[in-house]
């Protein structure tokens, strides 16, 4: 897949990109990122990028002529690409999203930066998404964070192919607890089941696990989890705070 960002800050994601998972899907070209230098873009000898706001206010507004420039400028080169800004007023990125992403081949990642874009720019864009409740500095944590959570899902990216699977929130789910060696560490064992061999009994005890974990410390996800009518009265029992089979 190939990932284009449109940033004032490309030394930004230089580091990262050298290093672990995502270094190496770089390298073995599964994943490709294309850093859009923004300032190129900018007007007049000073290649201005921002200015005052109309009707006045704190700080500046990123000037729509560079960022649409930048943005047609990826697409004369990746026309199916998807652009999306970043914004803390987009829909909240998710592992469903980053599903989506994952699937779609091409993305352009906008970053902001001052008091955010020119209204305007979003005409130009074809999604908008938020990675969480509060506001950064600029839109390059936020575009690295889309950059790893989707990277990963492409196949090929992690070593091991059934991981993304398991994990938390694929199933709409916290993931099961793990452990590894030492059995036991400073008084507190690992779980006989997990030591038992029984591959039958250990997925019921990691699907029961995740649903009474899920069920305590993300409730909200319950509701769009993919559950059976015995793991639903599981959940609502823990959610009444009864006690209930560990196993
Ligand atoms: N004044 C803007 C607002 O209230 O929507 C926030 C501007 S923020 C200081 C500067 C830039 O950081 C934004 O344009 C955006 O690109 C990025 N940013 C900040 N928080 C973000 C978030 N939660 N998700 C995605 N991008 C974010």
Redesign the pocket.
């Known amino acids: 897949m190939t990932v284009h960002v449109v940033t004032l800050f490309p030394g930004f994601f230089r580091g990262p990109l050298d290093e672990g998972i995502l270094g190496r899907a770089v390298t073995e070209g599964r994943v490709r990122v294309d850093l859009v230098d923004l300032r190129p873009f900018g007007e007049g000898r000073h290649r201005v990028t921002d200015d005052y706001p109309f009707g006045g206010g704190a700080g500046m507004v990123m000037k729509p002529g560079p960022v649409v420039d930048a943005i047609e400028h990826v697409r004369r080169a990746d026309a199916d690409t998807r652009v999306v800004l970043?914004?803390?007023?987009?829909r909240p990125f998710c592992q469903e999203v980053a599903r989506e992403f994952a699937g779609a081949g091409s993305l352009t990642l906008v970053?902001?930066?001052?008091?955010?874009?020119d209204e305007r720019i979003r005409a130009f864009c074809d999604d908008e998404?938020?990675?969480?409740?509060?506001?950064?500095?600029?839109?390059e944590a936020?575009a690295w964070v889309v950059i790893e959570a989707t990277a990963r899902l492409i196949p090929g990216v992690l070593g091991d192919a059934a991981s993304p699977e398991d994990e938390s929130l694929s199933a709409g789910l916290l993931e099961y607890p793990q452990y590894t060696r030492p059995r036991e560490f400073r008084g507190l064992r690992v779980p006989d089941v997990l030591l038992s061999g029984h591959h039958g009994e250990i997925a019921a005890w990691r699907r029961r696990q995740a649903v009474i974990r899920t069920a305590r410390r993300r409730p909200d996800l319950l509701e769009r989890a993919d559950l059976s009518g015995e793991e639903r009265e599981l959940a609502r029992r823990v959610l009444r705070g009864e006690t209930v089979d560990e196993g």
């Not at 970053?111 to 874009?117: D, L, M, P, S, T």
């Open positions: 970043l914004t803390p007023q987009g970053c902001g930066r001052y008091e955010g874009f998404v938020s990675v969480g409740d509060y506001v950064l500095m600029g839109g936020a």
